[in-house]
């Protein structure tokens, strides 16, 4: 790494991660998580995908979740085939694990059968509340994914610690666009994803966990994110929800992010509610890191693809990176 006047000068690798536009297809796959590899004089950030660590556990119960009643599911026999075992990485505290979980073709398939008809008006939020709520609440999908639920809450003793757990699985699922609106069971048997399509799934594993959830959609920017019910004076526009980026590891209501093709959102979001639940009160930890994240990144001299840095920024990033398994900064996206 080499300095000049105090300044830490450092090669970026540019992502190949679109974030605008994922509410429709296109032809963007996500990246690896990237590590930094040190060599003599410069930090390189390679983009590699780094081992897998073996996953930590703690015990604790949770309630089976409900199934609709008077209902008559296809057998077990009929839905339990096909079996794919797959790692989900996270991470928490700095620390690096992986989540591992068996999906179903047999359930992919019954699912594939049960697309709600989309809104002939999509532009009208009276009519979002009840297509998306269809995605949340099918009896099948509760039941085969009581057990993933399950393994995130035995990763921790405390809740918000589970709720973070959840929201950097699901930040770390490649993004993908995909032909239509996945069901969350779908998006990890396929292990990819849109941005509505990840959201959806985090409402619905936090909404299972206890949490207040919305669907925060950009319609200028064919966006969507996660609200978060959360205190007043962290939330998004004082809405009552924090924002949450799905598409890619972020920290938790930093909402200041440049998109590709689009820049910042600057557009009201319809929020459309999911779930009533809890407020996530310790969120006051990620608003802390999330205004210090912004506050590096508006520091930042940019050279073509080449950005300076001061040394105690740089180690701040660095910090803020290994924290929330923060990916490296596209610089597609430099203002």
């Not at 620390?95 to 073709?105: E, I, R, V």
């Not at 064919?222 to 962290?234: D, V």
């Not at 950005?307 to 900064?329: A, P, V």
């Amino acid at each position: 790494m080499s300095a000049t006047n105090g300044a830490v000068i450092f090669t970026l690798v540019v992502l190949a991660l679109l974030l605008a536009g994922c509410l429709a297809p296109g032809d963007n796959a996500s990246p690896a998580v990237p590590t930094a590899v040190q060599t003599s004089s410069v930090t390189v950030i390679d983009v590699t995908t780094p081992p897998t660590p073996a996953p930590g556990a703690v015990a604790t119960s949770l309630p089976a979740a409900p199934i609709t009643p008077n209902v008559t599911l296809p057998s077990a026999s009929v839905l339990e085939t096909g079996a794919i075992k797959q790692a989900y990485p996270y991470a928490i505290r700095t620390m690096s694990q992986s989540l591992y979980f068996t999906t179903y073709n047999g359930v992919v398939t019954y699912l594939q059968g049960q697309y709600p008809d989309r809104p002939t008006d999509f532009y009208n939020p009276s009519t979002l509340e009840s297509y998306y709520q269809q995605y949340v609440s099918d009896p099948v999908q509760q039941k085969y994914l009581a057990d993933f639920i399950q393994n995130i809450h035995d990763r921790s003793e405390l809740p918000e610690e589970r709720a973070r757990i959840a929201v950097s699985l699901i930040q770390h699922i490649p993004y993908a666009p995909t032909p239509r609106t996945f069901y969350p069971y779908e998006v990890l048997h396929y292990d990819m994803g849109k941005c509505e399509d990840k959201s959806i799934l985090m409402a619905y594993v936090l909404s299972r966990m206890g949490y207040g959830t919305a669907l925060f959609l950009y319609y200028p920017e064919h966006h969507m994110a996660l609200g978060l019910r959360c205190p007043a004076q962290y939330s998004y526009n004082r809405s009552g929800y924090c924002f949450v980026e799905t598409t890619e590891p972020a920290i938790m209501t930093y909402s200041n992010g440049t998109y590709v093709d689009v820049g910042k959102l600057t557009s009201t979001p319809e929020i459309i509610r999911i779930s009533d639940g809890a407020s996530f009160d310790q969120i006051s930890e990620e608003y802390t890191d999330a205004r210090s994240y912004d506050a590096v990144i508006n520091s930042v001299v940019w050279n073509g693809t080449t950005m300076t840095l001061d040394q105690i920024d740089y180690n701040q990033l660095g910090y803020l990176r290994q924290k929330y398994g923060l990916w490296d900064i596209d610089t597609r996206k430099i203002p």
